[in-house]
Every structure is written in structure tokens, then in C-alpha cells.
């Protein structure tokens, strides 16, 4: 995995103020009136209000002058403010190669499972100066489809460029030894393809040939990635159903989750069980209908 690495001087509460007094001048009929010079230094975006009661969002160095009515004598005295940023940094660190459900921790400690490209901002408070520094993730995935065609008996996948292992679906996931191209002329049974690219491993939809059994009409049109994985699958259904009826089981029949979903084309699915083989089936009266094996493993 490649990182590039980029700093950028950003600048965005208050921390310091410096004042000044000048001398005072002589008004009308001898009273004193004062010119005032102050510097302050605020955070980028921080909202200031000056000694005149006029507020500014302040976002580079900024010079306001107020005049003001001097209680004691009633005359006009100014006061000049200064408003400097003080700086915070912006880093920006990049990542590629980054697989389909990977999971990544995020330099604030946020944990998530990366599915497509991500940006992600860490926000820190600076020690020196209390203001807001952020750290810019890019995470960038491999891209890596699991799409397989069927022609007569040739399976072939969709992904080119990449490594390939043919496994027998029915016989949990056995290697087929020798199975190594991008294609595959199979024997009546399931089969599916383990496709390796880059650091990124995944595993295609098995494939009825010559038999009915664990692909059905619609199940070339669903996407399960990555499997094998942890326990959380992306779905993609290849277009949107108003209502799909989610069924996991064991290889034995052993009912381990049921759920329906609404509106959907594309979603996570926490699979909630050990290690091990599980038979999801998908249905909609809007006809879809496809059985994909998912495997669990850490």
C-alpha cells in the first residue's frame, strides 16, 4: 500500500491580546482624548467583535478602527484593532490500494469498513494555541468487480487483469486444481471464482451449470463483496426493489437471520455468526430471486 503525504499551512477562540495606549491628544478647550492600538490574535473562522460593537468573521488578517465617545470627557477617542489567524496545519495523507471491505482506523480513532473511495477529517484541537488542525484521509480502493458471464458451460469473469482460482461451491468452496484462467469450461454443478488483484482477494456468486441449484434467474444481477469477509458484506442488487426478503441459513437449513428491506439497490449486511459457510437468499414479488453462499472468516 503507497501513501502520499501533503501539508498545507491552513489557518481558522481567541488565545492572546496585546494593547497599547498612545498619548493623549489635546481636544477642543484642552481635554484629553486617546488613540488606542491593539493586536489580537483569533483562530480562522472565529467570530470577533470589535470595541465598537461591530462583529466580523475573521479569516486572514484583519485592521478595524473604532471611534469611540470618551465617557469622562465626551470626546472622540479611536482605538485601531489588529486581528492576526493563528496558524493550524491541514494534513493530507493518501492511501491506495485499499481493499473492498477492509477495515480502517481513522487517525481520530473513528473505525469504519470501506467499501468505495472515501475522504475522511480528523479534527484536533492544537496544543500550542487551542485552534482546530485537521487531518484529510483519502482512501482509495482497488478496483475489483466479481461479475461472472455464463456461456454454455464457460463461466468467465468480468475482471481482467487479475489472478484466478475456479472453486467448487458444493463441495464448500474446494479448489479446482489447475482452474487458474479467466475462464472456466464446468461440469454440471455450483462454481464460483476466488479473483486475486494487487493486495485484494474476493470471491464471485457460485454458478448453476447444467442444474438448478445455487444461482438462480436474477443472481448474476446481484453483487456480494467482499466474500469471504469478517461478517459485513456489500450487496448490491443491481437495480432498486421496494421490498426484499433477506433469509441467512446454514449449510444444514438452520434459520440464523431474516430480515426485509425497503427501497433499496445497495446496502451493508452484518452477517451475526461464526466463522463458517452461510446460504443467503434474496427475494422480492418484484422478482428477484438469487442465493449467493457467504463465507465468514477473520
Excluded at 12 to 37: D, R, W
Amino acid at each position: 500500500m503507497q501513501k502520499s503525504i501533503r501539508y498545507i499551512l491552513s489557518l481558522m477562540l481567541i488565545v492572546s491580546s496585546v494593547t497599547s495606549y498612545a498619548t493623549p491628544k489635546e481636544a477642543n478647550g484642552g481635554v484629553p482624548c486617546y488613540e488606542l492600538t491593539e493586536t489580537v490574535a483569533v483562530c480562522r473562522t472565529t467570530s470577533y467583535t470589535f470595541p465598537d460593537g461591530y462583529t466580523q468573521v475573521i479569516n486572514s488578517q484583519t485592521v478595524h478602527t473604532s471611534n469611540l465617545l470618551t465617557v469622562v470627557t465626551q470626546c472622540d477617542s479611536i482605538i485601531t484593532t489588529t486581528v492576526n489567524v493563528l496558524p493550524t496545519y491541514f494534513q493530507e495523507q493518501s492511501f491506495f490500494g485499499i481493499c473492498p471491505g477492509d477495515v480502517y482506523t481513522f487517525p481520530d480513532g473513528t473505525v469504519q469498513t470501506i467499501f468505495e473511495h472515501t475522504e475522511y477529517e480528523s479534527h484536533f484541537q492544537t496544543v500550542e494555541n487551542l485552534c482546530d488542525s485537521v487531518i484529510l484521509t483519502v482512501l482509495n480502493t482497488t478496483d475489483l468487480t466479481t461479475a461472472v458471464s455464463v456461456s454454455g458451460n464457460v463461466i468467465t469473469a468480468q475482471q481482467g487483469n487479475a489472478g484466478y482460482q475456479w472453486v467448487d461451491c458444493d463441495n464448500n468452496y474446494a479448489i479446482i486444481p489447475g482452474q487458474l484462467n479467466q475462464s472456466y469450461s464446468a461440469p454440471s454443478g455450483n462454481f464460483a471464482v476466488i479473483i486475486y488483484k494487487g493486495s485484494c482477494t474476493d470471491t464471485s456468486a457460485c454458478v448453476a451449470i447444467g442444474t438448478v441449484g445455487i444461482a438462480h434467474s436474477t443472481a448474476a444481477a446481484v453483487h456480494v463483496y467482499p466474500n469471504p469477509a469478517n461478517g459485513v458484506y456489500k450487496i448490491d442488487l443491481g437495480k432498486t426493489y421496494t421490498e426484499i426478503n433477506l433469509t441467512i441459513r446454514t449449510v444444514t437449513g438452520q434459520l440464523i437471520q431474516a430480515q426485509t428491506l425497503r427501497n433499496m439497490n445497495l446496502f451493508a449486511l452484518e452477517l451475526q455468526a461464526a466463522d463458517g459457510v452461510y446460504i443467503m437468499e434474496l427475494q422480492s414479488p418484484e422478482g428477484l430471486q438469487a442465493v449467493h453462499r457467504l463465507v465468514k472468516k477473520h
